[in-house]
């Protein structure tokens, strides 16, 4: 995925009431974007570190731009648009890089399925049946080590995705959950147990009851994005 317009550049000034984001542009603009991101983006931004934003020439916006990457308290880059993530899996399914899943003859976004009213990110059809595939973005990285971690704060959400691909899978059902890793410099995924402890249990039985886990990690640059590599799961079990 390239970024056409280019991507702008300039420092965090702060972000504040979770979707706006005060920003200098190299320029010396001063702007508030759009933060499209609800969680807490812990360790994935620092004041006065460099972002990028996306610049919007809709006249109906309140806010001229997106911000779309961060540079984070340990020197990564972090695509830091959570809308993203499902959009680099598609167009990695498409281009057969996520290799356990290739072979689908067709591919269904955001359909309804499930005990508790939800909607997968993804339905892939198959020959031999369907695959409900759940698409998370990770974006927390901690100092000294190459380990993400997910979620960056509670998610009773998250859990209750969980819950419905375990009933999935209970029922013979091909369910998935695969981490989209939009942070550099990483080369595996783990629950953030000390985050959140529901999710991490959550996702420990999702995988008993026979859910596959995925991690696949994304190259960051203001340039473009783009799904790379297949990461390790630590699961600590």
């Not at 080369?187 to 999710?199: H, W």
């Not at 959550?202 to 990461?231: D, F, S, W």
Request: one cysteine or more.
């Amino acid at each position: 995925m390239r970024f056409n317009p280019p991507l702008e550049e300039g420092r965090l000034i702060r972000r504040y009431k979770r979707f706006l984001t005060d920003i200098e542009t190299v320029t010396g603009e001063l702007l508030t974007i759009h933060c499209p991101n609800t969680g807490s983006m812990l360790n994935c931004m620092v004041e006065g570190g460099q972002v990028w934003f996306s610049r919007s020439t809709d006249p109906k916006r309140k806010l001229p731009g997106t911000w779309e990457i961060a540079e984070t308290p340990q020197g990564r880059l972090a695509c830091v648009n959570t809308a993203r993530a499902n959009q680099l899996v598609e167009e990695a399914l498409l281009a057969g890089v996520i290799t356990e899943l290739n072979g689908f003859t067709a591919l269904k976004r955001e359909v309804p399925y499930g005990q508790e009213k939800s909607r997968i990110d993804f339905r892939l059809d198959y020959p031999q049946g369907a695959a409900f595939v759940e698409v998370k973005s990770v974006t927390l990285g901690f100092d000294g080590t190459s380990v993400a971690a997910f979620p960056d704060a509670v998610t009773q959400r998250g859990a209750k995705h969980l819950r419905e691909l375990a009933h999935l899978a209970r029922d013979g059902v091909r369910a998935v959950q695969l981490y989209c890793v939009n942070l550099s410099g990483v080369d595996a995924v783990r629950p953030a147990v000390e985050i959140d402890a529901g999710y991490a249990a959550a996702l420990r039985e999702a995988k008993a009851a026979g859910v596959e886990v995925l991690a696949y990690g994304v190259r960051v640059t203001p340039e473009e994005i783009y799904i790379e590599r297949r990461l390790e799961v630590l699961l600590g079990d």
